[in-house]
């Protein structure tokens, strides 16, 4: 079975997820518990849910401009201390704490309707909520635009738009071959969905990747691997 979905789809989505974790300007300083719910950015993924007896809570990390979130699935009723109060995670960047109920992996207290678009949207929202409360250094999804089409054949670049390339394919060194078609797709084989899209980022040199998520039956957890397949001559830093 294979399903594809439409860019432009995944594009809306994933605005109406960053609308809702829009961060406040007036955060404090080093982490904090968010004032933002990500309860709220999972509301906008309608095929999925959280499961029964667990609740997304999240810190936040600010200095000056630039900023980082920490999203937790953990027990209704758990105890979420203060930062201060809680063990960090010191092989992680930032250190964030944890709290002592919190589960290892997000998307682990995530079900969803067993739909291919449930699977799909499970992908975009890990993507989002690692990028949860993310400030200008702090940003790494968000720079990536989902392609639907080669990002070469788009309209002529505007020179604020860090959504496609800034230069012709003939300028780029590709290191895999591109794919026969570019669309966001969900299969099924053997009981295993795997869901393949592929990104376009000017973060530090600019570059498409491809990303395969792969999801054991009965579970929106995944793996996932990441494989650059070309990069360009541009890019840029916050």
Not at 39 to 58: E, P, Q
Not at 60 to 81: K, L, Y
Not at 184 to 195: A, F, I, K, N, Q
Request: hydrophobic share 35%.
């Amino acid at each position: 079975m294979l399903k594809t979905f439409p860019a432009n789809r995944i594009a809306e989505l994933r605005s109406r997820a960053s609308r809702a974790a829009q961060t406040p300007e007036d955060c404090p300083e080093d982490w904090s518990i968010s004032t933002v719910d990500p309860m709220n950015v999972l509301a906008v993924f309608r095929s999925l849910r959280i499961k029964d007896g667990f609740v997304l809570r999240a810190y936040q990390f600010r200095d000056g401009g630039n900023g980082n979130g920490f999203v937790w699935a953990m027990p209704v009723g758990a105890a979420f201390p203060d930062p201060e109060e809680c063990p960090r995670l010191e092989d992680t960047f930032l250190g964030p704490p944890k709290p002592p109920a919190a589960l290892d992996n997000v998307m682990d207290a995530i079900d969803g309707d067993g739909t291919p678009w449930s699977y799909m949207c499970a992908s975009i929202l890990a993507r989002e909520l690692s990028d949860f409360g993310a400030m200008w250094h702090g940003c790494c999804w968000g720079t990536h635009t989902v392609l639907g089409a080669s990002p070469w054949n788009a309209k002529p670049k505007d020179d604020f738009d860090l959504s496609q390339p800034s230069s012709p394919l003939s300028e780029w060194h590709s290191t895999t071959r591109p794919p026969r078609a570019w669309s966001p797709r969900v299969s099924v084989d053997r009981g295993v969905t795997t869901v393949t899209f592929c990104t376009y980022s000017g973060l530090g040199q600019e570059a498409v990747y491809r990303h395969l998520d792969s999801y054991k039956p009965g579970s929106y957890r995944f793996e996932t691997e990441r494989a650059q397949m070309a990069t360009g001559p541009g890019g840029y830093q916050f």
